[in-house]
């Protein structure tokens, strides 16, 4: 038997238990949730910063509807935004925590408002880009939620951070 006791014993194929162990790393399940915050910041707001027109215009909205949300290129400012300052938390995680639950907050939010807007029927666009940002959001809450309860001992900087 080795002194560690998560480790496998002599003679014992130790992948099982490394993979085990990858999986169950605070650190690990925060930067995926943190990489999956990024991205999916970045796919809505990139088209809203640069071409928000264009952009609403492809999701299904009337042209006139999406002539006249145009000026919320602002909205992809913020998303892009944050998107960039959450990679602060990947580079160093300790003292990060109210980013990530913000974070984890807004894509809550988010999924609300996407739920709300198609059982209302108050949407704009297609049901399609609705249906795929609720399930993106919501998708990326339970990730965000879920990474932020497992590395409260990284943000205190008492765990490795990966």
């Known amino acids: 038997m080795q002194d560690d006791p998560q480790g496998p014993d002599e003679g014992q194929d130790p992948s099982p238990t490394i993979h085990t162990r990858q999986i169950k790393d605070p650190a690990r399940s925060l930067k995926t949730a943190m990489l999956a915050y990024i991205v999916v910041n970045t796919v809505v707001g990139l088209p809203l910063l640069v071409f928000p027109i264009s952009f609403l215009d492809a999701v299904g909205f009337d042209r006139i509807v ?38 984890a907050l807004q894509m ?29 959001f919501s998708a990326t809450a339970l990730l965000m939620w ?17």
Do not use: N
């Open 66 to 103: 999406a002539d006249q949300l145009g000026g919320i290129r602002w909205v992809g400012a913020v998303l892009v935004a944050w998107a960039v300052g959450s990679s602060l938390v990947i580079a160093q995680p300790e003292g990060r925590a109210t980013l990530v639950t913000t974070g």
């Open 146 to 162: 879920a990474a932020r309860f497992r590395a409260r001992k990284v943000f205190k900087g008492l765990a490795s951070p990966g």
């Open 108 to 136: 809550t939010f988010a999924a609300f408002t996407f739920l709300w807007t198609l059982s209302t029927g108050e949407k704009w666009g297609s049901s399609a880009f609705h249906l795929g940002l609720l399930g993106l």
